[in-house]
């Protein structure tokens, strides 16, 4: 189970911790993250690889913030 | 559709179940007086990961954590919390699950904290052998409504119910897979037991009243009368010669 583009994810570590993220790019130990709301396409967050925890699902389209927000709606951030 | 697994996706799921068994035996030796329930999902989170799995649980259906900790009167899908303490008495149910190799394993257990009551204890040992007397019954041949009327009716003996609103369920590359497994039912009816089908039976018993109801935050689920709930659950996969319980930690 990979961090890649794609992968559905939850922070570890930062102000954004244990909310959901999609990982809209990866480079070696850095993933660059998006929540089509706080962290919007045109300026990915940041993030240590060790930061993310996966989960099993993958978004199939992320292009877009809307898209974005429409696959992460049901999941929750406590 | 239900799926029937080859030889080999049976020892990629065993894989994935063995990870789940241990996942869950670490998240019972961590069940003491005093510790927060989001301290042992992250206990479960990182062993998890670690054998290079992924929670079967963490952001399923927008379920926020790895694993359901749910103590005394919640039944099932109770979140970990920092603010949730366990004390001497509760009965605490875990329920998780790794995804490795394509495929999903899928256990319960619930673990007394420190000493608990004597009518806790027998609702614990009724329901763990009702998971039992279940599993026995999946025979290649059997029906589907064999192993529901078999936990039914060992619960209902010693006066306990059976929650109607949740059900056990195939497993495989997905979580949740066809058929339904009930823990009620009339023998003889329902899907027949075939060798290659992998099935999650999870006996849920109230010692009350069976209805449940689903909090605001829409995942805990607890007793409507607030009485105590057990809920015990294993991976196992239908084999010519028997059911074989896939999430054993060795």
Known sequence: ?78 | MIVLKTARELSLMREACKISARALKIAGEAVQPGVSTLEIDTLVRKYIEKQGAVPSFLGYGGFPNSACISVNDTVIHGIPSKKRILKEGDIVSVDVGAYIGGYHGDNAWTFPCGKISDEAQALLDATRESLFKGIEKAQPGNRIGDIGSAVQQYVEERSYSVVRDFVGHGVGAKLHEEPSVPNFGTPGRGPRLLPGMTIAIEPMINMGSYRVKVLEDEWTTVTVDGSLSAHFEHTIAITPDGPKILTLPD
């Not at chain 1, 961090?3 to 559905?8: A, D, H, L, N, P």
Request: with cysteine; aromatic share 8%.
């Open chain 1, 1 to 78: 189970m990979d961090i890649v583009k794609g992968r559905i994810v939850k922070a570890k570590a930062g102000r954004d911790k244990d909310k959901f993220f999609v990982v809209v790019d990866i480079y070696k130990n850095t993933a660059y993250i998006c929540d089509g709301k706080t962290r919007r396409i045109e300026k990915p967050k940041r993030k240590n690889v060790l930061h993310l925890a996966p989960t099993a699902e993958m978004a199939d389209e992320f292009n877009s913030n809307r898209k974005i927000r429409e696959i992460l709606k049901n999941y929750r951030g406590d």
